[in-house]
C-alpha cells in the first residue's frame, strides 16, 4: 500500500474544506484544451518530484510563473518533502499537498505535467512512466543515466506523443549566442573545441550511517546497486554527493557536460546526431580525451583550469565570453518557441501548443549520451568508434556491453 505523508496528505487536503465551486479551478488543462493541449487561458497543472537543491530551485521558478499551477511535491525523504511545502506556503500556494511515492502521482487526472529533478538514476524510469500515464515532462540534466536510456526515453515520448524537455536552461541562456556567430562562418570552418570540464565519476565507498527518520533508502537507490547509507552519497550538494559517483551519475564530466557539451552540439549544428569516435587520454599523444563527428570536428575534453568554452575554425578563433566577433551574415537557428525567452516559458508554450521543446528529449539525450561515451572511453583507455544511428560501439563488444547497467528489482526500467 502507498504511504501518504501525515503532513498534508492529498485526503486530508480534500476534507479540509474544498468546495465544488472550487474544482474548475483544479481541472486538468487537458479538459479545457484542444488536440491534446492546453487552453491558453488555463495554468498548466504540475507536480515537483525530487526536492534536493537543484528540485527546489526549479519549484520556486515554476510556482513564481502565472502559466503554471504546482500542485504539489513528492520526495523519497519527508524532510525534503515538508521543507518544500512549507516554501510553496510562503509563497502563497496554500493548496499544494504531499504525495509520498510518484507512481501515485502519475494516477492523477487533473495532473498536466511532472518535473523531474530526483538524481540521474532515476529520470528514465520515471520519465517513461510519466510519459505513459499521459504527462508531459521537464527532466532536469543530464537527462538519462546510460546510453541505452537515451533511445528508450525518446521512444517513451515519441509512443505517447508527449511534450518533453531536458532542463539544460544553459544550452540557450549561457551559449545559444554563440550559434549565429559560429554558422555564419565568422571562423571560417571549426575543426576543433576545447571544453573545459571537471573529472569522470567513479565508485562510491563509504562506511555505513543510520539512516535518518522519514528516509526510504532503498527507493533512493532504486535500481542502483545496494549499499549502505551515508549522507554525502545521497547529496545534492553541487561540489559533491552523488553526482560524483557512477552508481548514479556520471561525475563532473556529466554534470556540466550536459550544458556545456549540449551547447556546443548546438552552436555547431550537431545536436540531433553524435560522435563517431571517441579517443582517450594520450592516444597518439592527445593531452585530452576527446570525441569526433563524421565530418571530423574534434571536440576535445579539457581541463576547467584552461578553457571554458573554445572554438577553434579555419580562419580564427571564437572563445566563450571573450570574443567580440559578430555573425558574417543572418543565420537561422532553433530557438526558444512563440518568442519565450526561458525554458521553462518554451516548455509551457509547447505544452499548450503540442510542439516539440528547444531542448526535446532527442537533443538532451543526445548531450548525455557524449558525457556518456567519454565516460566510458576514460574507463578503458582506449579508442572507440560509435555509431550515432544504430546507437552501438559496432566493433568492441566490451564497450558495448557497457551501454546498458544491471538494475536492481523492483525498480527496473519497463519499457514496452
Request: glycine share 10%; charged share 20%; aromatic share 10%.
Amino acid at each position: 500500500m502507498k504511504k501518504r505523508s501525515p503532513a498534508m496528505s492529498r485526503r486530508q487536503f480534500l476534507a479540509a474544506g474544498v468546495t465544488l465551486c472550487s474544482l474548475p479551478l483544479y481541472l486538468p488543462g487537458t479538459v479545457l484544451g484542444y488536440n491534446g493541449g492546453v487552453s491558453p487561458a488555463n495554468r498548466i497543472n504540475i507536480f515537483h518530484i525530487g526536492l534536493g537543491n537543484r528540485g527546489n530551485e526549479l519549484l520556486g521558478g515554476f510556482n513564481g510563473d502565472s502559466r503554471y499551477k504546482v500542485r504539489g511535491v513528492c520526495d523519497c525523504y519527508s524532510e525534503h518533502a515538508r521543507r518544500s511545502l512549507e516554501r510553496l506556503v510562503q509563497f502563497g500556494n496554500t493548496d499544494a499537498v504531499i504525495i509520498d511515492q510518484y507512481e501515485e502521482v502519475l494516477t492523477q487526472a487533473d495532473i498536466d505535467a511532472v518535473v523531474i529533478a530526483t538524481p540521474d538514476h532515476w529520470h528514465t524510469k520515471i520519465a517513461i512512466e510519466a510519459c505513459r500515464a499521459g504527462k508531459d515532462v521537464y527532466c532536469e540534466k543530464p537527462l538519462t543515466l546510460t546510453l541505452a536510456e537515451g533511445r528508450q526515453i525518446v521512444a517513451a515520448a515519441r509512443k505517447y506523443n508527449r511534450v518533453c524537455t531536458g532542463g539544460s536552461q544553459r544550452v540557450m541562456d549561457d551559449y545559444g549566442y554563440m550559434a549565429p556567430i559560429i554558422q555564419s562562418g565568422a571562423i571560417g570552418e571549426v575543426q576543433e573545441v576545447f571544453v573545459g570540464l571537471g573529472l569522470p565519476p567513479k565508485h562510491c565507498y563509504l562506511p555505513e550511517q543510520p539512516i535518518p527518520e522519514g528516509m526510504d533508502w532503498d527507493r533512493w537507490l532504486g535500481q542502483a546497486p545496494w549499499a549502505p547509507y551515508n549522507a554525502e552519497r545521497c547529496s545534492g550538494d553541487y561540489g559533491g554527493g552523488w553526482r560524483r559517483y557512477t552508481e548514479y551519475g556520471n561525475g563532473f564530466l556529466a554534470d556540466w557536460g550536459a550544458h556545456k557539451f549540449a551547447g556546443v552540439l548546438y552552436v555547431l549544428g550537431l545536436d540531433d546526431t553524435g560522435p563517431v569516435k571517441i579517443i582517450p587520454k594520450g592516444h597518439e599523444g592527445a593531452p585530452w580525451p576527446a570525441f569526433v563527428f563524421s565530418n571530423g570536428i574534434k571536440v576535445h575534453y579539457a581541463s576547467q583550469e584552461d578553457y571554458d568554452i573554445t572554438f577553434v575554425g579555419t580562419e580564427g578563433v571564437y572563445e566563450h565570453r571573450k570574443s567580440t566577433l559578430k555573425p558574417l551574415k543572418a543565420v537561422e537557428v532553433r530557438r526558444y518557441h512563440g518568442g519565450e525567452t526561458t525554458i521553462q516559458g518554451d516548455f509551457a508554450y509547447c505544452v499548450r501548443n503540442r510542439l516539440r521543446p528547444f531542448q526535446d528529449f532527442e537533443y538532451a539525450s543526445r548531450a548525455a549520451a557524449v558525457c556518456q561515451l567519454l565516460a566510458i572511453c576514460c574507463k578503458l583507455n582506449r579508442p572507440l568508434d560509435w555509431d550515432p544511428d544504430a546507437h552501438c560501439f559496432p566493433s568492441d563488444a566490451q564497450a558495448q556491453r557497457m551501454v546498458v547497467r544491471p538494475q536492481r528489482a523492483p525498480y527496473t526500467i519497463c519499457c514496452e
